[in-house]
């Protein structure tokens, strides 16, 4: 990473932490959306992998975000993401008619900007607020199990075959 967050005064460095923050916590509402397609739409037919990770990855997400915009409230922050943001997220009908190897492509590429959002975090927060860098360093490490596992289940054939859908005219 190149940052020169020395360089930063204390005053840009904490706009900055709770912009990245912000930035983070509706990422991970975004992804839990995903995870929740991914469990209403192979409940039926999933992989024990991709049921389990599905599962936890959904609880942890939330918990990122909830974790985030508490840290942000705790630094004096900008204001919460809507409500309705996630009721969007969980409607949205074009992820109903997106196959589930792309849901599951979308899901890794978002880990790993999640998991590079946290490394800024960290880099903002060293030696700032520790509360802050010891929150990111954790979800980053969640994020980055979560990365990980998409990666086993995209390379191998863990990927349950879907009942074809009439598509909508």
Known sequence: MQFSETALSPRERLGRIKTRMREVAE?????????????????????????RLSQTAQIEDMDHYWLMQSGIR?????????DDTL????????????????????????EARLVHGYQEICALAMEFDYQIFDLAFRNMQENALHQASLESILRGSQIPAEPQRPRDR
Do not use: F, K
């Open 74 to 82: 705790r630094l004096g922050g900008v204001e919460p993401i809507p």
């Open 27 to 51: 990422s991970e509402l975004a992804t839990y959306a995903l995870y929740h397609h991914i469990s209403c739409r192979s409940s039926h037919h999933a992989t024990p992998a991709l049921a």
């Open 87 to 110: 009721v969007g997220l969980l409607e949205d009908s074009d992820l109903r008619r997106t196959a589930l190897r792309e849901i599951l492509r979308l899901l890794r590429d978002a």
